[in-house]
């Protein structure tokens, strides 16, 4: 044997020796200490004002199942009640709500209920003008003490522009109508005192939709109508689709929640979370926001695409509408939104009394349905919220045919599946050109149009900001 080979063997018969006298004992790792974590964003624009006081997992307590809901309504996983919880306007000694303010842990709204952890404070309190600083102090039953302190922003106008239109955000019911395929939407705000702009975009009507968000450290910035959120799974997603309607919400932030949303532990850079609190980890901030609607049409890539006049009647009630529809992508079993606008129908809340019919008439503006084109087979799906909260789902099916015309079949979708409910008669109006698209002042008016117009719309001139930190999707 070389000696190579007696030195290989001397070492394997070593490190054999060694693995089989060592034993592994069992090690407990120490509770972790705990941190007290306090959330709170004030916003003077709306009416109540709460604070969220929960605790660290440190190794003591129970960890619940994950939830995807906000807090409120969503209980707090972790949290500390008792606690002493107070904020003070530091720039109005005598205000009228107290001078600090308590946030007690059973809610002044009669309408919100008791949950631990969650502390609310008096309607419209504390008093919040732009430029205040406001102190917050939390005290736990435990005597842990956390403080903080934030400037409140406040802006005199926000807007969102297309071209030459505008309109003034938080103003009322103006919408503004845009071409998601060749338009640029503008967002800024005439700042009085802040730090960033956040923007939230998501489907009108959809509570569960928590949209696109994007932040950027200016007071405006422009978002392409074409954007794509890269941060989906998969290739990404259109930020908006034809035929749906947005709500876009614009918030302006102080440097605290700033901070908060872009940072975080992050073990590849070792970038860390920014705090700005003492005593606990969190947040404590201020923002105020503006909101408005939009409707977001395209331009047309396939033959199936354009504008139908449905008319016939449902039971006894005449429908006469106009339906819009979009292809999200012109190829086969692809996804459809549409535009619905006209005299429709809704279900009879006293169906089934005595002479009562089962339909009544409504008239619809701008509702948005979604639905999927197989082949050259329509399916939509219209949903209607009655006034009890319940809702209903009815289904229009169609076969796309040259003629310009085609049968469409209406049915009320149920538990056990489609009931059919009578027959319309769908007429292609047009085609959606691009000159039906291009909409001049669409902030008047309460719904999507589609007329012919030749107008020249100016575009925005420069490239928007190189923006958008992307901080929170979820659909």
């Not at 229009?396 to 009931?419: I, K, Q």
């Amino acid at each position: 044997m070389s000696i190579a080979s007696r030195l290989r063997t001397g070492i394997l018969s070593i490190g054999l020796a060694l693995l089989a006298g060592c034993v592994l004992d069992d090690v407990v790792a120490p509770a972790g200490e705990r941190i007290v974590v306090v959330t709170a964003i004030l916003r003077p624009d709306i009416e109540y004002q709460y604070v969220i006081v929960e605790q660290t997992l440190e190794g003591t307590v129970e960890r619940p199942d994950s939830s995807e809901f906000p807090v409120p309504p969503h209980s707090p996983r972790f949290p500390l009640d008792e606690a002493v919880v107070t904020v003070a306007n530091l720039e109005l000694p005598d205000d009228p709500c107290g001078n600090p303010v308590e946030f007690r842990d059973i809610p002044y709204a009669p309408q919100t209920g008791s949950v631990p952890g969650l502390y609310w404070a008096p309607s419209s309190c504390p008093t919040m003008r732009p430029g205040d600083r406001l102190q917050l102090r939390v005290q736990t039953a435990d005597g842990e003490v956390v403080t903080g302190v934030t400037r409140v922003p406040g802006m005199r106008s926000a807007f969102l522009a297309r071209g030459r239109d505008s309109v003034q955000m938080g103003g009322g019911d103006s919408v503004m109508t845009f071409n998601r395929d060749r338009d640029t939407l503008r967002f800024g705000v005439d700042a009085i005192h802040g730090r960033s702009l956040q923007l939230n975009v998501r489907r009108d009507g959809y509570l569960s939709d928590f949209g696109t968000t994007v932040q950027v450290d200016t007071t405006a910035f422009l978002l392409a109508g074409n954007a794509i959120d890269v941060f989906v799974a998969g290739t990404g997603e259109d930020v908006f689709r034809g035929g749906r309607s947005y709500v876009v919400t614009l918030t302006l932030t102080d440097t605290n929640y700033y901070d908060f949303t872009r940072s975080s532990n992050n073990e590849l850079t070792g970038r860390g979370f920014i705090n700005h609190l003492e005593g606990g980890i969190g947040v404590f901030g201020s923002a105020v926001a503006a909101t408005s609607r939009v409707w977001s049409v395209a331009d047309a890539d396939d033959p199936r695409e354009g504008c139908y006049h449905l008319s016939g009647s449902v039971d006894t009630v005449a429908i006469d509408a106009d339906l819009c529809v979009y292809l999200h992508q012109p190829v086969e079993g692809t996804e459809v939104s549409a535009f619905l606008e006209g005299g429709w129908f809704t279900p009879n809340p006293n169906s089934g009394r005595k002479d009562e019919p089962d339909w009544l008439a409504r008239t619809v503006a701008g509702k948005s349905v979604d639905g999927d084109f197989v082949a050259e087979r329509l399916r939509l799906v219209v949903p209607d919220t009655l006034p009890s909260g319940f809702v209903t789902y009815i289904t229009l099916t169609g076969v796309y045919s040259a003629t310009d015309s085609m049968p469409v079949f209406v049915a009320e979708l149920g538990l056990a599946g489609e009931h059919p409910i009578d027959t319309l008669l769908a007429v292609r109006l047009r085609e959606l050109h691009s000159s039906d698209l291009t909409v001049g002042a669409s902030v008047e008016h309460s719904g999507p149009r589609h007329e012919n117009r030749d107008e020249e719309v100016s575009q925005l001139v420069g490239e928007p900001h190189a923006c958008c930190h992307t901080i929170r999707k979820g659909r």
